[in-house]
């Protein structure tokens, strides 16, 4: 089994950053490929990054390609997603999620998660 513990949330200004750190504990953490979600109230959780067990491989969602950057650091058991340029529109939970093959962006298709960490962006 997998834990997952984010951290990094925060408010923020419209324009500024944070980054995200996801830390895994368990078996084999470091082999999974993993990804970042978010979640606004009264919305669906959506796809943000996806990004490979080795870093070689990654994808994001339409609406932050050019804003955020995922990566990792295995020998940290740490995934991060860097986020520039926040808008409101940003604001929500985000939850980093592990899986056991790269290329998916449906949240239903990953096998555990972490408890999710606030960001908030204000205008």
């Known amino acids: 089994q997998v834990q997952l513990v984010e951290s990094g949330g925060g408010l923020v200004q419209a324009g500024g950053s944070l980054k995200l750190s996801c830390l895994a504990s368990g078996r084999t953490s470091s082999r999974y490929p993993m990804g970042w979600f978010r979640q606004a109230p009264g919305k669906e959780r959506e796809f943000v990054a996806m990004i490979s067990w080795n870093g070689g491989m990654t994808d994001y969602a339409d609406f932050v390609k050019g804003r955020f950057t995922i990566s990792r650091d295995n020998a940290k058991n740490t995934v991060y997603l860097q986020m520039n340029s926040l808008i409101p529109e940003d604001t929500a939970v985000y939850y980093c999620?592990?899986?056991?093959?790269?290329?998916?962006?449906?949240?239903?298709?990953?096998?555990?998660w972490g408890q999710g960490t606030q960001v908030t962006v204000s205008s």
């Open positions: 999620a592990g899986r056991s093959s790269y290329g998916s962006s449906n949240p239903h298709e990953y096998n555990f």
